[in-house]
């Protein structure tokens, strides 16, 4: 990245709208938008006031070097390094028409800016240490966001919640590495602050947060990327109403004709705080059709990958060989919820339920058709992955597998740390550790990780951010 040019790039959505906004960014950003930003009390923009807006007119140069009205609009001066990116920075904001747009941005191009690469401003945050690596993943999933929980989860990150719990571990690693140092660089001089005990015991209590830590990937996993999830039963159950109720329209087709679906349909939707990868599979029966009996192939290949299945049963009909068959799959697995649907239905049958519950943990009663238990259904879900237990807004979790590995691998040496202090092992050996551990670490937050890692993180962001 040339960090030392000036870019420019428009950070609103393109397409018509009632406002636009040009970012530009660099040490020469306030040059180099005075050229094409005027404003109306005739002050330079260089003699505005940070984060002061003000009104002005907006123009472009000509072959010859006369100047052309394109549009008025407001700009405000950001001044290093109190803006976004931590250099000088001055966003200009004009009517939203795409063509206006694209000429205010070709005049600050013109100007002496560079079109911006993706994901270059943020970037540019994370090197001038306005934000730290997981900061801007989780910046990056903000925009990204489409439900309640993915929101509360990308501004906790953005908030700094994980990057203070991996810094006080951090730091805390550095204050045994140097009691290591000082018995290593002088062994016959009692210069280290810490005794090896003590060094043990702090390891260990760092090792011990960062494993509470590694255990809210399974939250932060299923909030953040989200869970594949399989509806499965036999033919007829309510499997496809039960979609259409957590999609949230009509996007599977209901009869009461069996084997309406054939294929594997797949939606994202949200459930409580959680976030559904949904599958909805064709009825699990035996047939002699050829397409259904390629859908019903598809549907436990699909069961066998899944990280939760919402298996349905008709409460209002005795249970099927089909329905016993399936319970006798599912049998031992801790990622299943029984779905008990119908239970509105007037040929309701508790004597279903009481067989279907001896044989499934976690059972839920609802009605597909009309709603009845759905929040039942939201808890059991939230309570699988541990969502009911973390406060998304306030607490620090891990969301992705990157900081997932980091925070395994450190544990892991810190392990061998404390092994080596409590054995007698020479304190070099222990020093090795912990120096891998405090590395492991420094990758989450970006003090250490290498070129490849930090240009596809930034790749996924758009051009204006």
């Given at each position: ?446 003090r250490a990780v290498t070129e490849d890692i930090v240009s596809d993180i930034f790749a996924h962001f758009c051009v204006g951010k």
């Amino acid at each position: 990245m040339k960090i030392f040019d000036t870019i420019a790039a428009v950070s609103t959505p393109r397409g018509k709208g009632g406002v636009a906004m040009i970012r530009i960014s660099g040490e020469n950003s306030i040059e180099y938008a005075s050229k094409v930003f005027f404003p109306k009390n005739e002050r330079s923009l260089c003699e505005t006031e940070h984060s002061k807006a003000v009104y002005g007119d907006i123009k472009e140069r000509g072959a010859e070097g006369e100047l052309t009205a394109l549009d008025d609009g407001i700009a405000v001066v950001y001044r290093a390094p109190r803006s976004f990116t931590g250099e000088d920075t001055v966003e200009i904001c004009c009517h939203g028409g795409m063509l206006v747009t694209e000429r205010v941005l070709s005049a600050c191009l013109a100007a002496g800016c560079r079109q911006a690469e993706a994901g270059e401003f943020t970037r540019r945050a994370f090197v001038s240490g306005r934000m730290s690596l997981s900061q801007a993943e989780d910046l990056g999933a903000l925009l990204e966001a489409k439900t309640n929980g993915q929101l509360l989860l990308s501004r906790s990150g953005l908030d700094g919640n994980l990057t203070r719990e991996i810094r006080l571990a951090y730091d805390t690693l550095r204050e045994i590495l140097a009691g290591v140092y000082a018995k290593i660089d002088f062994p016959d001089e009692d210069l280290s602050s810490l005794t090896e005990e003590e060094m043990r015991e702090r390891a260990n209590i760092v090792r011990a947060r960062l494993i509470s830590l590694e255990k809210t990937y399974k939250t932060g996993h299923a909030v953040r990327e989200g869970v594949k999830t399989v509806i499965c039963g036999r033919t007829n159950a309510g499997k496809s109403s039960l979609y259409n109720r957590i999609v949230g329209r009509d996007a599977a087709i209901v009869t009461d004709i069996p084997g309406t679906t054939r294929d594997i349909l797949e939606q994202t939707a949200a459930l409580g705080k959680v976030t559904l990868l949904l599958c909805d599979t064709a009825g699990l029966r035996e047939t002699e059709d050829t397409v259904e009996n390629i859908g019903i192939e598809r549907s436990r290949a699909a069961m066998e990958s899944a990280e939760l299945i919402l298996a349905v049963f008709d409460l209002s009909a005795p249970l099927s060989e089909d329905d016993r068959a399936l319970l006798s799959e599912l049998s031992g697995r801790g990622d299943v919820i029984a779905v008990l649907n119908k239970c509105d239905s007037k040929e309701f049958s508790e004597e279903t339920a009481d067989e279907i519950s001896k044989s499934a943990v976690n059972c839920v009663r609802i009605s597909a058709k009309t709603g009845e238990g759905f929040e039942k259904l939201t808890e059991a879900v939230e309570k699988l992955f541990d969502c009911g237990e973390i406060d998304l807004r306030m607490e620090a979790v891990v969301t992705n597998a990157r900081q997932h590995a980091s925070i395994l691998r450190a544990a892991d040496h810190l392990a061998s740390a404390s092994d080596a202090l409590a054995m007698g092992i020479t304190v070099d050996l222990c020093g090795t550790d912990i120096e891998c551990a405090m590395s492991a670490l420094a990758e989450i937050d970006g003090r250490a990780v290498t070129e490849d890692i930090v240009s596809d993180i930034f790749a996924h962001f758009c051009v204006g951010k």
